[in-house]
């Protein structure tokens, strides 16, 4: 059982950065996968970034590459999102979550049921 708690986000314009960041209780973090979702309103959720449990293995969507990077510190149980160069459309509710996921960039992460409760991010033009 893992438990999640977001934090971070915020308003700003576009061309600014944010850093959300997600906690993690229980003692088993390190063995898994971790990913940020995002959801605009009226929009289906959607895969935004997920990191290898060892945290040496990233990958993004398409349309945040170069301008996202996700971290994990396994000693602190956390996993961040540094969100740079933030356009209009990377509004949304930030939600990170532990997946199922293979390492290979054609596997599509796996949420497995657990949940932060979101966090806001909303980039004005």
């Known amino acids: 059982q893992v438990q999640l708690a977001g934090s971070g986000g915020g308003s700003v314009q576009a061309g600014d950065s944010l850093r959300v960041s997600c906690a993690a209780s229980?003692?088993?973090?390190?063995?898994?996968?971790m990913a940020w979702f995002r959801q605009a309103p009226g929009k289906d959720r959607e895969f935004v970034a997920v990191?290898?449990?060892?945290?040496?293995?990233?990958f993004y969507r398409d349309s945040v590459k170069g301008r996202f990077s996700i971290s994990r510190d396994n000693t602190k149980n956390t996993v961040d999102l540094q969100m740079d160069s933030l356009k209009p459309e990377d509004t949304g509710m930030y939600y990170c979550?532990?997946?199922?996921?293979?390492?290979?960039?054609?596997?599509?992460?796996?949420?497995?049921?657990?949940w932060g409760q979101g966090t806001q991010v909303t980039v004005s033009s």
């Open positions: 979550a532990v997946v199922s996921w293979s390492g290979h960039t054609w596997d599509t992460p796996l949420p497995l049921g657990f």
């Open positions: 229980g003692d088993r973090f390190s063995r898994y996968a």
């Open positions: 990191i290898n449990d060892a945290g040496n293995n990233p």
